[in-house]
T-cell receptor, first 115, second 114 residues
Framework: AQKVTQAQTEISVVEKEDVTLDCVYE???????LFWYKQPPSGELVFLIR??????QNEISGRYSWNFQKSTSSFNFTITASQVVDSAVYFC????????????FGKGTRLHILP | EPEVTQTPSHQVTQMGQEVILRCVPI?????FYWYRQILGQKVEFLVS????????KSEIFDDQFSVERPDGSNFTLKIRSTKLEDSAMYFC????????????FGQGTRLTVV
């Protein structure tokens, strides 16, 4: 069973539009962590956020915000006023604390911001 | 800002050859990892390493793969006899307290097997 699902394979939006990247996860653990990573065209993985399962507060960091909803097992990522430099592949990921020490990545969403 | 460094950035090798991918984790980190990303696909866990031994490995990490921390600073991934399907981006990562703390990834080594 896929543990992290990013249903949007590819999204294109025009610069300055807001865009939300969806992430749905699956776990039986009560303690887990969720992550978002950005992979720009240069290929590296850039850490964006880590959220533990006990903290459902939404988080905002500049133009980025994250909406964590345990009831729907979702951890969505919104970019406000998108910019061309936001073009990248974005990965949602899950770590199950009591199971093992690894991150399970989703398949990623490729985001194109059009000028 | 501390960072995880990987060398080389790109390695081309002939099928059947041995390759060693090198990583220098962040100096006070205790947990080390290798992940792999076949072109256009998701990032997959290969192996975790703690206290000088493998703590976990995936089914991808078969007998052709090995890891080593030879000198207290480097962390290497060796592929004994490369296959075409080993072509991928290989990421090293390190963390202080395990993957549940913030893990830092290196910039990756692109391995091309021809």
């Amino acid at each position: 069973a896929q543990k992290v699902t990013q249903a949007q394979t590819e999204i294109s939006v025009v610069e300055k539009e807001d865009v939300t990247l969806d992430c749905v996860y699956e776990t039986r653990d009560t303690t887990y962590y969720l992550f978002w990573y950005k992979q720009p065209p240069s290929g590296e993985l850039v850490f964006l956020i880590r959220r533990n399962s006990f903290d459902e507060q939404n988080e905002i960091s500049g133009r980025y915000s994250w909406n964590f909803q345990k009831s729907t097992s979702s951890f969505n990522f919104t970019i406000t006023a998108s910019q061309v430099v936001d073009s990248a592949v974005y990965f949602c990921a899950l770590s199950e604390v009591n199971r093992d020490d690894k991150i399970i990545f989703g398949k990623g969403t490729r985001l194109h911001i059009l000028p | 800002e501390p960072e995880v460094t990987q060398t080389p950035s790109h390695q081309v090798t002939q099928m059947g050859q041995e390759v060693i991918l090198r990583c220098v984790p962040i100096s006070n980190h205790l947990y080390f990892y290798w992940y792999r990303q076949i072109l256009g696909q998701k990032v997959e866990f290969l192996v975790s390493f703690y206290n000088n031994e493998i703590s976990e490995k995936s089914e991808i990490f078969d007998d052709q793969f090995s890891v080593e921390r030879p000198d207290g600073s480097n962390f290497t991934l060796k592929i004994r006899s490369t296959k075409l399907e080993d072509s991928a981006m290989y990421f090293c990562a390190s963390s202080y307290g395990g993957m549940n703390t913030e893990a830092f990834f290196g910039q990756g080594t692109r391995l091309t097997v021809v």
